[in-house]
């Protein structure tokens, strides 16, 4: 909203220091500010409201330390975090940026089903929430819109130099370009590292194209979504680890968006794409004031309304700047916690059937309930997530300068 302001401020009537809003730099800081602004300063009145409808988590007994201390903690506080991510991005982001769109419509979709499923869990009293059935039709339907968006939308480039874009003297020689309509995305730790979907698929027949790269987005967006669901067991792990991966997606974003670094990165550029960080730096802003409250022991749960979204949201980025081959090591945590959990059932059910009695690998799944049966402290199981999790975002983020 305050872009096109600034934007006329600057180039019509030529206001001394309004130029500075042009730069995404200013303008990410500015959401990170607010972000954790809306989320640490107004926090504490969005707790005190949610106690006062009495919105408070029902705990299953799992048979975990301190599990049944939690029984009544606030929950549906994934609200506060859509709030603090959807605020700073129409203030200071671009809206007509294609990409912000359409992670604003993700934000809201994926908020708005986690939302569903916590109204029945809380005001109807039914502990099983929102149907499965009903959650995978929601996702599918956001795969579908993203998925379709990026394939047929024409502001949805990747641009080729001719050659290389160099500086010399201080000024920037930009050489001839094309924007090119491509489904390319990147495949980490291999040289010259793309993967163009057009040809991989092409064989099946061109009207088969955007229906499977379709298929992919809606694969991508519930794994992920789901993935960050699951991983929402304890305090402040699902929260601490989306903001790793979003400060990972940040520096992805602001590279892909800048011709000079991704060319001497030798990474796709991808125009429009530098405006992600503005919204990246909210989704951070939002999970780190968010843990002012969630951290152990938790003032407040996200609920389904800010897990399912924490993690669409990523797995849009991901697609965005096509590095969504590289989710399994960004997100693996994420990743970790699914497959345990699909281990688990899995086995559970293959020796009941040939042994008679089911057997498990775990535990408990998923994995981090396996180690608080392990006795170990549950904010040492974060901390220890939360250090495997930077790992693997310095090691996706190492990946920029194979050639």
């Keep these: 909203m305050l872009y096109p302001i600034f934007d006329y401020l600057d180039r019509v009537l030529d206001i001394p220091g309004t130029g500075v809003f042009r730069y ?9 500010v607010f972000s954790l602004i809306i989320t640490i300063t107004f926090g504490q009145n969005i707790i005190a409201w949610i106690r006062k409808k009495q919105i408070g988590e029902t705990v299953r007994d799992l048979g975990l330390d301190g599990q049944t201390q939690k029984k009544g903690t606030p929950t549906m506080g994934g609200l506060m975090m859509i709030a603090a991510i959807l605020i700073p991005t129409l203030l200071f982001a671009n809206l007509n940026n294609v ?5 604003l419509i993700t934000t809201v979709w994926l908020g708005a089903i986690g939302f569903l499923d916590d109204y029945i869990k809380v005001f109807r009293k039914n502990k099983e929430g929102l149907a499965g059935r009903f959650k995978i039709v929601g996702q599918v339907g956001i795969g579908i819109i993203v998925g379709a968006t990026l394939y047929y939308n024409d502001d949805v480039v990747i641009r080729e130099f001719s050659t290389p874009v160099s500086i010399e003297e201080g000024v920037v020689e930009t050489p001839s370009f094309q924007d ?9 730790f291999l040289k010259n590292n793309e993967l163009d979907y057009e040809r991989l698929l092409g064989f099946l027949g061109e009207s088969m194209v955007p229906v499977l ?48 670094f991704s060319q001497y990165l030798n990474i796709m550029y991808i125009p429009n794409s530098g405006e992600l960080v503005i919204f990246a730096s909210a989704f951070i802003g939002a999970c780190i004031g968010f843990l002012w409250y969630n951290a152990y022991p938790a003032q407040v749960f996200m609920g389904d309304t800010g897990s399912l979204m924490l993690g669409g949201v990523i797995a849009v980025l991901a697609l965005t700047l096509r590095k969504e081959l590289l989710i399994p090591i960004m997100c693996g945590i994420f990743v970790i916690e699914n ?8 086995y559970f059910k293959y020796t009941r059937k040939k042994y008679g009695e089911g057997r498990r690998i775990f535990l408990m799944s998923p994995l981090h309930h396996h180690y608080q049966k392990k006795g170990i402290p ?20 190492a990946t920029l300068k194979l050639r």
């Design 378 to 397: 549950e904010a040492k199981i974060v901390t220890r997530f939360w250090i495997v999790g930077i790992l693997l975002a310095v090691i996706s983020l």
């Design 99 to 103: 990409y912000i769109l359409l992670l």
């Design 180 to 188: 090119v309509k491509a489904l390319k995305t990147t495949i980490p």
């Design 339 to 346: 497959v345990s959990v699909m281990l688990q059932v899995s």
């Design 213 to 260: 790269y379709i298929l992919v987005a809606i694969f991508i967006i519930t794994a992920v979504s789901n993935g960050a669901n699951i991983t929402d067991g304890i305090d402040g792990l699902a929260a601490g680890t989306s903001a790793i991966i979003g400060l990972a997606i940040a520096i992805f974003a602001y590279l892909s968006g800048n011709a000079i």
């Design 24 to 32: 995404i730099s200013f303008r990410a800081g500015m959401a990170a």
